[in-house]
């Protein structure tokens, strides 16, 4: 049971590149989330999912695009990438179903923009 | 909006000893979810213990237990028996009960453990 994947584990882009993060889950999870997480500022929410074809975004979506074709995979578009998005960026998933879900984590992927 | 205020961005404790780590929340809602999170060098997010609003009793899970004061929107983490393998970022987080699963982070605290 693989969980919660995410590629690439590592990426340097140049000002203005785009790039897609990859993240799957094997698990049906039907919610699905992007986290950006920043040194003082803790995890912060980008855009989520709670089934194929429905996303939202959270507190910071700004420059980033999300899609979600399948339940398994979540994949988060950077479409001009900027300095300020340099971050480490974490998907996450869960079932909707009861009361208490415990959400899930991918390994994160370190993203620098020169 | 809820928020998550994790005031110490650093701790330190002597192996064995016990530390607590303070969280403090502030919401409108009387129903909700609060957790703490350890975050080791490899970067994954671990679920070390959570509480529902509307259970009195603290959570406890093996050396690790919360302190909840709900009327004071406080919700501290103490560790006992502090190991080496504690050392981390340590996450405070809510979430609502209504709606999707969203989760509030506070800052994070830094726990280092001198052997």
């Known amino acids: 049971n693989a969980g919660v994947t995410q590629t690439p584990k590592f990426q340097v882009l140049k000002t203005g590149q785009s790039m897609t993060l990859q993240c799957a889950q094997d698990?049906?999870?039907?919610?699905m989330s992007w986290y950006r997480q920043d040194p003082g500022m803790g995890l912060r929410l980008i855009h989520y999912?709670?089934?194929?074809?429905?996303?939202d975004q959270g507190e910071v979506p700004n420059g980033y695009n999300v899609s979600r074709s399948t339940t398994e995979d979540f994949p988060l578009r950077l479409l001009s990438a900027a300095p300020s998005q340099t971050s480490v960026y974490f998907c996450?998933?869960?079932?909707?179903?009861?009361?208490?879900?415990?959400?899930?984590f991918g390994p994160g992927t370190r993203l620098t923009v020169l | 909006a809820q928020t998550v205020t994790q005031s110490q961005p650093e701790m330190s404790v002597q192996e064995a000893e016990t530390v607590t780590l303070s969280c403090t929340y502030d919401?409108?809602?009387?129903?909700?979810?609060l957790f703490w999170y350890k975050q080791p060098p490899s970067r994954q997010m671990i679920l070390v213990i959570r509480?529902?609003?509307?259970?009195?009793q603290n959570a406890t899970e093996n050396r690790f237990s919360v302190n909840f004061q709900k009327a004071a929107k406080s919700f501290s983490l103490k560790i006992s028996d502090s190991q080496l393998g504690d050392a981390a970022m340590y996450f405070c987080?809510?979430?609502?009960?209504?709606?999707?699963?969203?989760?509030?982070f506070g800052q994070g605290t830094r726990l280092t453990i001198n052997p």
């Open positions: 509480q529902e609003a509307y259970k009195q």
């Open positions: 996450a998933s869960s079932t909707l179903a009861g009361n208490y879900n415990e959400q899930f």
């Open positions: 987080a809510y979430r609502s009960i209504q709606g999707a699963q969203k989760l509030v």
């Open positions: 698990m049906n999870h039907e919610y």
């Open positions: 999912s709670v089934g194929a074809g429905i996303t």
């Open positions: 919401t409108s809602e009387s129903d909700y979810y």
